[in-house]
């Protein structure tokens, strides 16, 4: 969420500024969702960024203008193909919680990162 606000505030773009508001939208219902399944495995909610997340964040911080837009949408690429793989994993587990909360969350993971996408694209040629 925090990188999506980055995106929201920082982005040269009206486009990659949206898509930073949608992650932040997106990502907080996503949260709500997993309540339930976090707490039902008797785990504790997190606001803790993950290292790769903070490593991006502070690669983030020293950039601007286009070369912010093209890392941002990079780095999202990479991120949604890793996520999409983990809930498609999940899934299919056994886990009937955890199954249905990855199988709902697929499709807006799967609307982020066609939207990373089309902005990383969309850089490439207002650059190349």
Do not use: C, W
Not at 22 to 49: C, F, N, Q, T, Y
Not at 82 to 88: L, V
């Amino acid at each position: 969420m925090r990188l999506g606000q980055m995106a929201e505030q920082r982005g040269s773009s009206a486009e990659l500024r949206a898509f930073g508001h949608m992650l932040l939208i997106d990502h907080a219902k996503a949260k709500v969702d997993a309540l339930p399944v976090v707490r039902a495995h008797g785990l504790a909610p997190s606001d803790e960024m993950a290292s790769e997340a903070k490593n991006e964040a502070t690669k983030l911080a020293g950039l601007s203008g286009a070369a912010f837009d093209r890392e941002f949408a990079s780095y999202m690429v990479k991120d949604h193909e890793q996520d999409i793989e983990d809930f498609t994993k999940a899934a299919e587990g056994s886990d009937q919680d955890t199954a249905r909360l990855a199988r709902t969350t697929l499709p807006v993971l799967r609307k982020h990162l066609a939207t990373a996408r089309y902005l990383l694209d969309s850089q490439k040629l207002a650059t190349g």
